[in-house]
């Protein structure tokens, strides 16, 4: 555990659930070591992403960059995970299966955490929620029948939506950032990641 990095009771317990379940890594950082920039989340409208306004884990309807840096006044500890993958497997449908598994590591964290008293914690996960759960459904329940969530066992916001600068908590973590390896024309045995993170409390 280096300087950056918090101590936090029942951290280590926590670490290994989400390498149990399928995480490549997991770290734990100190929360004002993550990033948050304003541009980040501006791309979602512009040049825009597909995922845009599909669901409430996404915006416009999260708060933010603003909102994320509040979560980190209140909740000093995180744990960072990440996915390694085959960069070609993002471009095929077999990318909702990889981004469901990060979402459902995310949630166990988080709730494990929870059920060890920090009630505070939330998690955040890539991939719109919408997509990897939902694809199949015309609407998010949520936003289109004011209704509950399909799967909030699961499903968990956007880090993009946030600004969290991914790319950075990567390099915080110790990590490969290339994100040349996630063009479409990396090489057969290029390797990408996709990550997720939980913020404790």
Known sequence: MNLNEPRHTGLDTLLRLACTMGASDARAIASDQIGVQ?????????PGCENYGLSM?????????SGFRRIQQ??????????AVPSAVLFSDERWEIFRLLHEIVAA??????????SKSQG????????????????????????????????????????????GLMKRCGWPADIAAREAGAGAGAMSWVAGLIMLG
């Open 109 to 118: 964290v988080e709730q494990a955490a929870v059920e060890m008293g920090y």
């Open 38 to 46: 304003e541009r980040l989340a501006e791309y979602c409208l512009n």
């Open 74 to 83: 209140n909740l000093q500890e995180a744990i960072a995970v990440r996915i």
């Open 124 to 167: 955040f996960a890539g991939g719109s929620c919408k997509r990897v759960f939902c694809r199949d459904h015309a609407d998010c329940r949520v936003l289109s029948q004011d209704d509950g969530c399909r799967h909030p066992q699961f499903a968990r916001p956007s880090m993009s939506g946030f600004g969290i600068d991914v790319a």
């Open 57 to 65: 884990s996404c915006p416009p309807h999260v708060s933010g960059p």
